[in-house]
C-alpha cells in the first residue's frame, strides 16, 4: 500500500503559477509510474500529467500541453507538478496517484481574480 499526501495547492490569479508537490511511503517509489489528476465540480476526474519510474517519460493531457511540467525525485520520494499560465478552467482538487491504483486525499487549486 502507498500513502500519497499532496501540498502546494491554493487561489491564484489568472496568468500565475502554482507548484503542487506530493510525498509517497513505499520502498519501492522508484520503481512505481506517477500521476497527477484533477477533478473539477461536476466533472469526471481527468489525468492531467504521468511521469515514468525512471523519469525520462512523461506524458500530458492536451488542455495543460506546454504549461504544466510533471517531475520526481526518486531520493526523495516525490513527484511534483509545476503549473504555469494558469486559467481559470485550471480550477479543481488536484490527485496525486500511482496510475490510478492509489490516490492521495486531494489539493485545491483555484484559478480566479
Known amino acids: 500500500q502507498v500513502q500519497l499526501v499532496e501540498s502546494g495547492g491554493g487561489l491564484v490569479q489568472p496568468g500565475g503559477s502554482l507548484r503542487l508537490s506530493c510525498a509517497a511511503s513505499?520502498?519501492?517509489?522508484?520503481?512505481?509510474?506517477m500521476s497527477w489528476h484533477r477533478q473539477a465540480p461536476g466533472k469526471e476526474r481527468e489525468l492531467v500529467a504521468s511521469?515514468?519510474?525512471?523519469?525520462?517519460?512523461?506524458n500530458y493531457a492536451d488542455s495543460v500541453k506546454g504549461r504544466f511540467i510533471i517531475s520526481r525525485n526518486n531520493w526523495r520520494n516525490t513527484v511534483d507538478l509545476q503549473m504555469n499560465s494558469l486559467k481559470p478552467e485550471d480550477t479543481a482538487v488536484y490527485y496525486c496517484?500511482?496510475?490510478?491504483?492509489?490516490w492521495g486525499q486531494g489539493t485545491q487549486v483555484t484559478v480566479s481574480s
Open positions: 496517484s500511482t496510475l490510478g491504483n492509489n
Open positions: 513505499a520502498f519501492s517509489f522508484s520503481t512505481l509510474d
Open positions: 511521469i515514468g519510474a525512471g523519469g525520462s517519460s512523461t
